[in-house]
């Protein structure tokens, strides 16, 4: 019995030894980790966001008068040149408003037509009479002041003469006013004259009212919407069709105002239509807005596309760019998810395999893309990153996965696809 007890004893004690040794060899084994091999390569920053097409001047079009809608010339998708009429209202009462019109302008020249001519005739006429009226006059009253003087006849004779001359000039002198009157300088012909420009102005008014009731086109456009249909009753303020202006089209697009430091004009771009994502095309950044919106958090960047402008480009067509910010065309970058921990000061850790162990290494970073960063000091070609940031220093590893791309790096690193939705998610960051 005790024999048996001690051997018993003796295999528990064999086994917990060898389970010991098993532990302490999984414990020191190396443990394969994916790494980064560094090398020399190309590293470029962009900035992901959606835009739409735009054209450069967008306009809304309206009446200026009030009026029933007669006939809508334009639809939706229709080119138009400048001046081309687009809707027609009724027209009856601003036609008879113009006839009126140029009926009161026809009079009101008739009238300083007629003053120019058998007014200052008539005019000249009455006074040569009221003339010849003074000088008979004056004769008369010579004549009877003589007598008077002689004895002949009686003072009152002299009287009644007085007061004939008398007479005889003031009705001459009422000829002479109104001969200066139907004058060029005279009140009657300027009055004249004041009639013949107001009707002169009704209509213009009245041509100009009428005009109006043509809406046309300001400029070479394409017809973007029609809000109006022929019997609808319309008023100034009103908008009934939307333009877009002939016109190079524009990209446009809120970005998230944390990028407005690495945006520039005349970058370089790529855009692709989220219904033709097969068909990239070349864009440039030709203006950044001065203001920021304060609710969104965004500024507006406008791009212009490349030449030939693909035709499958709409308004308000959505898009999906990406504007290269920075570029360095050889360098040593790393994934950003190898990174121990966030960089300070420019300087991070990473983990470098060294003599099959885990070594900390702090290294100097410079530029900074979505998922990659240039590292500018601290590490040189060939040396193994590890990926896998929260791994123990002085830990025995053994190198797994090798890679040499960064971005693959990246998505080992990070267990994502990383397409180009992720990359747009992130860039907005809204």
Do not use: C
Not at 38 to 63: E, I, K, T
Not at 399 to 408: F, I, Q, Y
Request: hydrophobic share 50%.
């Amino acid at each position: 019995m005790a024999l048996a007890r001690n051997r018993w004893i003796l295999l528990v004690a064999l086994g917990l030894l060898a389970a010991a040794a098993a532990f302490g060899w999984w414990r020191t084994r190396p443990l394969p980790v994916d790494v980064l091999q560094m090398r020399m390569a190309p590293l470029v920053r962009s900035v992901q966001f959606s835009a739409r097409v735009q054209a450069q001047s967008r306009v809304d079009v309206g009446a200026t008068v009030t009026g029933r809608v007669e006939a809508v010339l334009v639809t939706e998708g229709m080119r138009v040149a400048e001046g081309s009429a687009l809707i027609r209202l009724e027209t009856q009462e601003l036609r008879a408003a113009l006839a009126q019109a140029q009926a009161a302008q026809q009079q009101a020249a008739a009238r300083l037509a007629g003053l120019r001519s058998t007014g200052r005739s008539g005019a000249g006429a009455a006074v040569a009479q009221a003339q010849a009226g003074v000088d008979a006059a004056q004769a008369e009253f010579e004549r009877v002041r003589q007598l008077v003087a002689q004895g002949f006849l009686s003072a009152s004779r002299l009287d009644d003469a007085r007061r004939a001359r008398d007479v005889a000039l003031a009705q001459r002198d009422s000829a002479r006013s109104q001969a200066g009157a139907v004058a060029d300088a005279g009140t009657e012909v300027q009055q004249a004259q004041a009639q013949v420009a107001s009707a002169a102005s009704a209509v213009a008014l009245a041509q100009a009212r009428l005009a109006q009731a043509t809406v046309r086109a300001p400029a070479g456009a394409l017809v973007l919407a029609r809000q109006v249909e022929p019997g609808q009753i319309v008023q100034p303020g009103r908008n009934l069709l939307a333009l877009a202006l002939d016109g190079p089209l524009r990209l446009v697009a809120p970005v998230d105002e944390r990028f407005l430091e690495q945006l520039a004009v005349g970058q370089s771009a790529t855009a692709v239509a989220d219904a033709y994502v097969g068909q990239r095309f070349a864009a440039r950044v030709v203006s950044i807005a001065p203001l920021v919106d304060a609710q969104r958090g965004a500024i507006e960047v406008k791009l212009a596309p490349a030449d030939p402008v693909p035709a499958y480009l709409r308004q308000d067509m959505t898009l999906s760019v990406e504007v290269e910010t920075a570029r360095r065309e050889r360098t040593l970058a790393l994934p950003v998810a190898a990174l121990r921990g966030p960089a300070e000061g420019g300087q991070a850790r990473v983990l470098v395999v060294v003599d099959g162990r885990l070594a900390l290494r702090t290294v100097t970073l410079g530029l900074r893309a979505l998922d990659a960063v240039e590292v500018t000091a601290g590490l040189a070609e060939g040396d193994q990153v590890a990926l896998d940031s929260a791994l123990e220093p002085g830990r025995r590893v053994r190198a797994g996965t090798v890679t040499t791309d960064p971005a693959a790096a990246h998505k080992a690193a990070t267990g994502s696809g990383g397409g180009g939705g992720a990359a747009l998610t992130n860039a907005m960051g809204r």
